[in-house]
């Protein structure tokens, strides 16, 4: 099989569950943000202030496109990343498998705050939610869906997967 990327909106839960279920696969583990950070050398809201979010987006696309050569990794991807054309393009012909993690907005507002200066894009909670509504079409794009409710613990997402992952590959 070739690399799984976990998409969704911040605060899905794509690192926390990535982590678990590159561990039970034995795979590796990448968060795309992070690569994204030590490729410029500045945390996330450095630079967006900076640099601007065209120049994130860049680097995201760069850092997504290294992926691409390997075959082995669960990728955490930024919740921006799967909403751009061209990323979602490179994952398709990569013929590696994405999947939505889909809480409720309500679950992922209650795991945000506001105030929280690591995400530059979560300006507040009435920006956020229409930032949400407008990707969301974008998520479901995705080759796996996990419905959740937000209740679930990283484990029980990774659980979710590992079976979505498995009927999937039956049915190719
Ligand atoms: C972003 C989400 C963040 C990070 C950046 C922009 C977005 O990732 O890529 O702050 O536009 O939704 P997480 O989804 O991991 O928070």
């Not at 605060?11 to 039970?24: D, N």
């Not at 795991?111 to 200066?117: G, K, Q, V």
């Not at 894009?121 to 996990?146: C, G, M, Q, S, T």
Request: hydrophobic share 40%; net charge negative; with cysteine.
């Amino acid at each position: 099989m070739s690399n799984i990327y976990l998409v969704g909106f911040m605060g899905a839960g794509k690192t926390e569950t990535g982590r678990v279920i590159a561990r039970r696969m034995g795979r590796g583990f990448l968060d795309l943000d992070d690569a994204v950070e030590a490729r410029l050398e500045s945390t996330i809201p450095e630079i967006f202030e900076a640099l601007g979010e065209d120049a994130f987006r860049e680097a995201e696309t760069a850092e997504l496109e290294k992926t691409i050569l390997r075959k082995d990794l669960v990728v955490a991807t930024g919740g921006g990343a799967f909403s751009d054309p061209d990323n979602r393009r490179l994952i398709e012909d990569a013929k590696a498998v994405s999947i939505f993690l889909d809480p409720p907005w309500e679950a992922i507002c209650s795991r945000i705050d506001e105030r929280d200066r690591e995400r530059p894009n979560w300006v507040d909670d009435r920006k956020a939610r229409a930032l949400f509504v407008k990707r969301r079409p974008d998520y479901l794009l995705a080759e796996i869906h996990l419905e959740l409710t937000g209740t679930e613990s990283p484990m029980d997402v990774a659980d979710m997967a590992c079976s979505a992952l498995r009927e999937n590959q039956c049915a190719t």
